[in-house]
Every structure is written in structure tokens, then in C-alpha cells.
């Protein structure tokens, strides 16, 4: 474990770094946050917070996996090549997240961002891609069930459910992302628990990336601590999401995931839940307003109680997943 956490000091470091000058180039090109009209008034003072932070987290990892990937060439095997897999992930979807962040702050769109469906279906493409990549390259194609000793063969099966978990995760992270330092935080818990989940399994390379991911959203959380300097952005959720369930695909411990990510699961859940009952009661809610952190908000919790509660729900169900994975 020493290298792993090494490079996530590392990463830390260098994302701290990075933070200051990104948010003064953020700010000098006018790329603010936009609030709906319809968010909790409390949320108004965010108005105008630069985001895209997303770049925060992505540009750091992106290097040090890259530049130890580099040096593979030179004959010194400081991380495996397989790990090109996430880190591909984590580019493309946060190429796609700046883009809709970029349009979104301009004005650009009908909805004033990239369109639902253009990004659902970008995001799907993105996750076909790596889902044939981790079957026909990596042959990743089990599930690990706790309790039982052996993984089970799925077959075919496993791309679909692939682009499933990668398309979903990328869109619960991006729902949470909607109050300072709370998707942060859980993507770092969640990050934490498959590092450790990578270590029991012996697999020393994705470990390395885990903790290098945890060390630049620790890094991110300097800057995103209430009250925000700076925001996430599609950039950083979309892409996150999407590489937490890649590393979760690769572990093969995926099966885990809705229970370590529960509180990305409860946001995204609370989404469908209020657009199907809405359009069921022709106009009824069934919650004060989803996401669910802004149900809580809403309900009297002040935002970093909503925060600091959700990520001790986020704390207890790594455990709980980690226990799981041994078991």
C-alpha cells in the first residue's frame, strides 16, 4: 500500500496546486455556475461560483497515470497498462461533461446545455466502448457474489450490464453533485472502498489509481469546502461516475456497487421517483424536490448538516461493502 498512498499524496499536492490558477482561469473566462430558479434561495449566493472543477481532479490523475504508464517503456513496470482503461474513461467523459459545461454557461442549447439525449447517447457510445474493451481485452466477463468462493461466467451478458453500470454511475455522481463538498466527498469514500477491494485482490495497479483518484478529490474538497470557491461541473461528475463503475467492473466485485455508492443510488432513485409520480398525479411531488439532498434541505437540514449526514451514510456503507467483499 505504500506506493498507492504515496501517489495519492502526490496527487493531492499537485491538484492543491493546480486549484488556484484554475479557478482564477476560470473566472477570468466567466465560466460561473448557473441555479435554477426553482433550487432552495439559499442556493442563490452560488450564482456566478466558476465550475468546470471537474478539471481540478481530471488534468492531475491524467498525468501521473500517464507519465507512470510512460515509463513502462523505459522497462520499469510502475503501473499496468490496464489502468489506460479508466483513465480513458475518465478523459472522454470529462471531455463530454466540459463540453456541456462550456455550453451551459454560454447560453448554448434550447435547454441552455447540451440536449438529454445527446448526452445520454454519447455517454452510452463512450460506455459500449469500454464495456467490448473489458469482455474482449481484459476477458472480464464474472461476478463476484459474496459468500461464494468462485466468480460466475455471465457471458454476453456482462457488456450490457457494463454500459449500465458505467451510464449510471456517470449520471448518479452528476445528480449529487448539487451542494458544496457532497459529491466530493462520497466519490472519495467510494474511490477508498474498491482500492482497498483491489488490494485484497491483489490487483497492485488499480489500487494505484484508486488513491490517486482519492487524492485529488481530497484535493478538490480544499477548494469546494462550504462556502464554495468552486464547483465540479459535469467535467468532474460525469466522469467520475463513469470511472467508479469501471473500477468497479474491473474489481468484478461490481455487484457491490449500489451498496457502497447507496447514497449516489438514493439521489439518482429520488430523481425517477419525483418525475414518474409527477407525471402518474398529473402535477403531485412526491418528494419537496429532488434530488433527495434537497428534499433534506428543504425540510429544515441546513446544507453541511445534508452534506456532513450524507457522507457518514456514504462512510458506513463502504464498510459495509468492504466487510461484504470479504466475506
Known amino acids: 500500500m505504500a506506493f498507492p498512498l504515496t501517489l495519492g499524496t502526490l496527487s493531492f ?7 488556484g490558477p484554475l479557478i482564477r ?22 450564482m456566478g461560483t466558476p465550475t468546470m472543477g471537474g478539471l481540478m481532479i481530471l488534468i492531475p490523475v491524467f498525468i501521473i497515470t500517464a507519465g507512470l504508464n510512460l515509463i513502462n517503456v523505459l522497462g520499469l513496470t510502475l503501473i499496468g497498462r490496464s489502468v489506460i482503461v479508466p483513465m480513458a474513461v475518465l478523459v ?3 471531455v463530454l461533461g466540459a463540453i456541456d459545461d462550456y455550453m451551459g454557461v454560454r447560453g448554448m442549447g434550447k435547454a441552455g446545455g447540451m440536449s438529454g439525449r445527446t448526452k445520454i447517447a454519447w455517454q452510452i457510445l463512450f460506455a459500449l466502448v469500454v464495456a467490448l474493451v473489458l469482455y474482449f481485452g481484459l476477458e472480464l466477463r464474472s461476478i463476484a457474489i459474496p459468500t461464494i468462493p468462485d466468480k460466475i461466467d455471465i457471458g454476453l451478458w456482462y457488456i450490457p450490464i457494463a454500459v449500465f ?22 466519490s472519495a469514500i467510494a474511490f477508498a472502498a474498491y482500492g482497498i477491494i483491489a ?10 489509481f484508486c488513491f490517486t483518484m482519492v487524492g485529488a478529490l481530497l484535493a478538490f474538497l480544499w477548494y469546494n469546502a462550504h462556502p464554495a470557491e468552486l464547483f465540479m461541473g459535469d467535467a468532474g ?21 449500489p451498496i457502497i455508492a447507496l447514497v449516489f443510488i438514493a439521489e439518482a432513485l429520488s430523481v425517477i421517483i419525483q418525475v414518474g409520480y409527477f407525471k402518474w398525479t398529473h402535477g403531485k411531488r412526491f418528494f419537496k424536490m429532488a434530488p433527495l439532498h434537497l428534499h433534506f434541505e428543504l425540510k429544515g437540514w441546513s446544507e453541511t448538516q445534508t452534506v456532513q449526514r450524507f457522507w457518514l451514510c456514504g462512510i458506513l456503507c463502504a464498510m459495509l461493502g468492504v466487510a461484504l467483499a470479504l466475506a
Open 25 to 46: 482561469l476560470l473566472k477570468k473566462y466567466r465560466m460561473g455556475k448557473q441555479i435554477r430558479v426553482e433550487e432552495p434561495t439559499s442556493h442563490q449566493v452560488k
Open 92 to 94: 472522454a467523459f470529462g
Open 165 to 186: 453500470f458505467i451510464v449510471g454511475g456517470s449520471n448518479a455522481v452528476n445528480l449529487s453533485d448539487g451542494m458544496d463538498g457532497l459529491a466530493g466527498s462520497l
Open 237 to 257: 461528475a460525469l466522469s467520475i461516475g463513469a470511472t467508479l463503475g469501471t473500477v468497479a467492473l474491473m474489481t468484478g466485485q461490481w455487484l457491490l456497487l
Open 13 to 19: 499536492l499537485a491538484a492543491v496546486f493546480w486549484g
Open 199 to 208: 488490494y485484497l485482490q491483489g490487483q497492485s495497479f488499480l489500487v494505484a
